[in-house]
């Protein structure tokens, strides 16, 4: 079994690179699932060190999804992704959605289910984070996408 959803992001406005773009960071979705806060390592500009819960290294590059009013993204549950604070005096307004296949073994979800099988981390884990006391209180703070 595997993570059988979709995030699409639909921008209601035109986004430049002030009004709190998207920065997702494509093929992370192939560490597996991490706990969040995930162990990044910005070394230069848009390259960073990515370290999944096994250990395992590997370099990716962020992407920034600007775009126009209407324009719509979709990625694997796996594949990193944030915003920086919004730098634009009117606020950015999008929608996201997690698209949830009801029948992994339809056909229809094949490409989501041979994306799966391509990943080498982890498919579950047992805690989604690990930057909250047990009163649920942040003992943790920081987004590394903040510190671009």
């Not at 992001?9 to 979705?29: C, G, I, Q």
């Not at 806060?37 to 960073?48: A, C, D, F, I, R």
């Not at 606020?91 to 289910?113: E, F, G, H, M, N």
């Not at 391509?118 to 903040?146: C, M, P, Q, Y």
Request: aromatic share 8%; glycine share 8%; with cysteine.
């Amino acid at each position: 079994m595997g993570p059988y959803f979709i995030t699409m992001y639909v921008y209601l406005d035109d986004v430049n690179e002030n009004d709190a773009p998207l920065y997702v960071m494509p093929r992370t979705h192939e560490q597996g699932a991490t706990t969040f806060p995930h162990e990044l390592e910005n070394t230069q500009g848009n390259t960073w060190l990515y370290t999944n819960n096994d250990g395992s290294t590997k370099t990716y590059r962020h992407e920034l999804l600007t775009g126009k009013c209407g324009d719509i993204s979709l990625w694997h549950p796996f594949i990193l992704h944030g915003t920086q604070p919004d730098s634009n005096s009117k606020p950015r307004i999008s929608l996201r959605y997690l698209i949830k296949v009801k029948d992994p073994d339809d056909v229809a979800t094949c490409a989501l289910k041979n994306l799966n099988k391509l990943i080498f981390g982890h498919l579950k884990l047992k805690s989604t984070r690990k930057d909250l006391g047990v009163g649920g209180e942040a003992i943790i703070k920081g987004n590394h996408v903040n510190n671009i």
